[in-house]
């Protein structure tokens, strides 16, 4: 959505997916297809880290965000529930990173 410079396959890689999740939700209609995009978020992938390591990270990506936070995995779950309880939404993707869409 928001390409960065170094990261043009990535991005080609993101766009592609989101494609391929409008295809699918035609495909299976009437079962619902959607795509969550989370950024940066608090999770136990970052453990590995030294703890002031890790925290100087998700300060320095906070500043860097609108939302002044880092996600955490409560926020995607909010969208997960969201797409589960709306029958209405359907091939959408939802970026939930902290910034603007």
Same mark, same amino acid.
């Given at each position: 959505?928001? =390409?960065?410079k ?12 989101? @494609? ?10 009437p079962?619902?297809?959607n795509?969550?995009s =989370?950024?940066?978020a ?19 990506a906070?500043? @860097?965000? =609108? ?7 409560e926020? %995607? ?13 359907m091939?959408?993707?939802?970026? %939930?990173?902290?910034? %603007?869409?």
């Open positions: 959505m928001r =390409p960065r170094g990261a043009a396959i990535q991005g080609r890689i993101n766009a592609s997916l989101e @494609g391929l999740t409008r295809g699918l939700a035609l495909e299976f209609a079962v619902r297809v795509r969550l =989370p950024g940066l608090a999770t136990q992938l970052y453990d590995g880290l030294a703890d002031d390591t890790r925290r100087d990270m998700f300060v320095s906070a500043r @860097g965000l =609108p939302a002044g936070l880092v996600g955490a995995p926020h %995607i779950a909010v969208q997960i529930m969201a797409f589960l309880a709306n029958p209405y939404i091939g959408g993707t939802v970026y %939930i990173d902290g910034t %603007i869409a």
